[in-house]
């Protein structure tokens, strides 16, 4: 029979080998023997995570976070610190923001020395809306002369560069989503141009042939019934269909002025709006994340109701060129949608090449719904809501 070390040294090994299955079942075996390790916790609920289960991992993490705060000597602070950020991207995992910001509150001050726990705090405030807190947390980051030249220089000129935004008047957070609505736009063509010289068909639509011969539009299995599809690059002769960018790239813009905020998904103001907006920083409009927040709780059924006819219409006029010229910027892409919490629910788009003005027509529609439903926020881009869940 094998021992409890045994089946930790067989679970790690399995971990180094990417093999989480067999480590999540080795943990479990040694934690069968002894539960209250704070270290077999943390190894099985980081495995799941890993495996992209975090429902499954927070009870294991939030054991070995409770469990590690007996263990106070210095030798075991890396150990706690590790627990601590573990758990806490775990609860991002999970939209629970306010639980993740209370953990790095809590590390952040308890070991005020360590550069990233004091680094991670601050960048999840500012990606989460909280801009004021956030920008303070650099600015202290940036005065603390524990921490290296570089690191202060870096902080200081994102607290800088948030100043600068939200100060002056003549700018907003607006500016995010126009720099990579052109920047996307100006990148397509540069990658179309010579498959289009070659005969291939930019931003065409996805068909076939309907019951009665003529071609209808593709929509993928599953998918909301607006959501038809239109492909980057297709070859009229053959078919074969070519990509522009990749979902997975953030497309990083450095917005003149502003360079600093590229480093990080910062989310910005837009005032003037009779809900709160924000902008992220990295707002990729190839494959843009729209979320939308009540003021009050509401069934994921009923947000389905009041939000899908809203998104339809705008995608399907977006999909038929409203927002582009003649010959190009259209809607490409939907993805059906992410309840958050139990107020919120969220969008992706491929926006193509479609202009800017496709953003203000979305909000002005999600205006009218504002004055019958109240809305709390709306977000663009990569970032979080301080209250989704």
């Given at each position: 029979?094998?021992?409890l070390?045994?089946?930790?040294?067989?679970?790690?090994a399995a971990?180094?080998?990417?093999?989480?299955?067999?480590?999540?079942?080795?943990?479990?075996?040694?934690?069968?023997?002894?539960p209250?390790?704070?270290?077999?916790?943390n190894?099985?609920?980081?495995?799941?995570?890993h495996?992209?289960?975090?429902v499954?991992?927070?009870?294991?993490?939030?054991?070995?976070?409770?469990l590690?705060q007996?263990?106070?000597?210095?030798e075991h602070?890396e150990?706690?610190?590790h627990f601590?950020?573990?758990?806490?991207?775990?609860y991002?995992?999970?939209?629970?923001?306010?639980?993740?910001?209370?953990?790095?509150?809590?590390?952040?001050?308890?070991?005020?020395?360590?550069?990233?726990?004091r680094?991670q705090h601050?960048?999840?405030?500012?990606?989460s809306?909280?801009?004021?807190?956030?920008?303070a947390a650099?600015?202290?980051?940036?005065e603390d002369?524990?921490?290296?030249e570089?690191?202060?220089?870096?902080?200081?000129?994102?607290?800088?560069?948030i100043?600068?935004?939200?100060?002056?008047?003549?700018?907003?957070a607006?500016?995010?989503?126009q720099?990579?609505?052109?920047?996307?736009?100006t990148f397509?063509?540069?990658h179309?141009?010579?498959?289009v010289?070659?005969?291939?068909?930019?931003?065409?639509a996805?068909?076939?042939?309907?019951?009665d011969?003529?071609?209808v539009?593709?929509?993928?299995e599953?998918a909301?019934?607006?959501?038809v599809?239109?492909?980057?690059?297709?070859?009229?002769?053959?078919?074969?269909v070519?990509?522009?960018?990749d979902?997975?790239?953030?497309?990083v813009?450095?917005?003149n002025g502003?360079?600093?905020l590229a480093?990080?998904?910062?989310t910005l103001?837009?005032?003037?709006?009779?809900?709160?907006?924000?902008?992220?920083s990295?707002?990729p409009?190839?494959?843009?994340?729209?979320?939308?927040q009540?003021v009050?709780?509401?069934?994921?059924?009923?947000?389905?109701a009041?939000?899908?006819?809203?998104?339809?219409s705008?995608?399907?006029?977006?999909y038929?060129?409203?927002f582009?010229?003649?010959?190009?910027?259209?809607?490409?892409y939907?993805?059906n949608?992410?309840?958050?919490?139990?107020r919120?629910i969220?969008y992706?788009?491929?926006?193509?090449?479609?202009?800017?003005?496709?953003?203000?027509?979305?909000?002005k529609r999600?205006s009218?719904?504002h004055?019958r439903?109240p809305?709390?926020?709306?977000l663009?881009?990569?970032?979080?809501?301080?209250?989704?869940?």
């Amino acid at each position: 029979m094998s021992t409890l070390d045994e089946y930790a040294r067989a679970g790690i090994a399995a971990v180094n080998e990417r093999k989480l299955d067999v480590a999540i079942d080795q943990f479990t075996k040694a934690l069968k023997i002894e539960p209250d390790r704070p270290d077999l916790n943390n190894a099985i609920g980081m495995a799941y995570l890993h495996r992209g289960e975090a429902v499954s991992a927070l009870p294991h993490l939030e054991k070995a976070a409770r469990l590690a705060q007996a263990y106070d000597e210095p030798e075991h602070q890396e150990m706690r610190k590790h627990f601590e950020t573990g758990l806490a991207t775990c609860y991002m995992g999970l939209d629970r923001v306010h639980d993740a910001l209370g953990v790095l509150k809590r590390a952040a001050e308890k070991w005020s020395d360590d550069i990233e726990v004091r680094t991670q705090h601050a960048s999840v405030l500012v990606s989460s809306c909280l801009v004021d807190e956030g920008r303070a947390a650099y600015e202290a980051i940036a005065e603390d002369e524990r921490f290296g030249e570089e690191f202060r220089e870096a902080a200081d000129a994102i607290a800088g560069a948030i100043e600068a935004l939200v100060d002056d008047e003549n700018i907003d957070a607006s500016i995010f989503l126009q720099a990579h609505a052109e920047s996307y736009a100006t990148f397509f063509g540069e990658h179309a141009h010579q498959l289009v010289a070659e005969g291939w068909y930019a931003e065409a639509a996805r068909l076939k042939h309907g019951a009665d011969g003529d071609p209808v539009p593709i929509i993928a299995e599953g998918a909301r019934n607006w959501a038809v599809e239109r492909v980057d690059l297709v070859n009229p002769s053959n078919g074969e269909v070519a990509k522009v960018g990749d979902e997975r790239d953030p497309h990083v813009i450095a917005v003149n002025g502003l360079e600093p905020l590229a480093q990080i998904p910062a989310t910005l103001p837009w005032p003037g709006w009779p809900f709160e907006v924000w902008v992220s920083s990295r707002s990729p409009w190839h494959w843009l994340t729209i979320t939308v927040q009540l003021v009050e709780p509401r069934p994921e059924v009923q947000r389905d109701a009041l939000f899908d006819e809203i998104f339809g219409s705008w995608y399907l006029d977006g999909y038929n060129g409203a927002f582009g010229e003649a010959d190009k910027g259209r809607f490409h892409y939907a993805t059906n949608p992410e309840f958050i919490g139990d107020r919120a629910i969220a969008y992706t788009f491929d926006l193509g090449r479609a202009k800017f003005d496709a953003i203000g027509d979305l909000l002005k529609r999600l205006s009218v719904l504002h004055e019958r439903v109240p809305l709390s926020r709306v977000l663009f881009g990569q970032g979080r809501l301080p209250d989704g869940a």
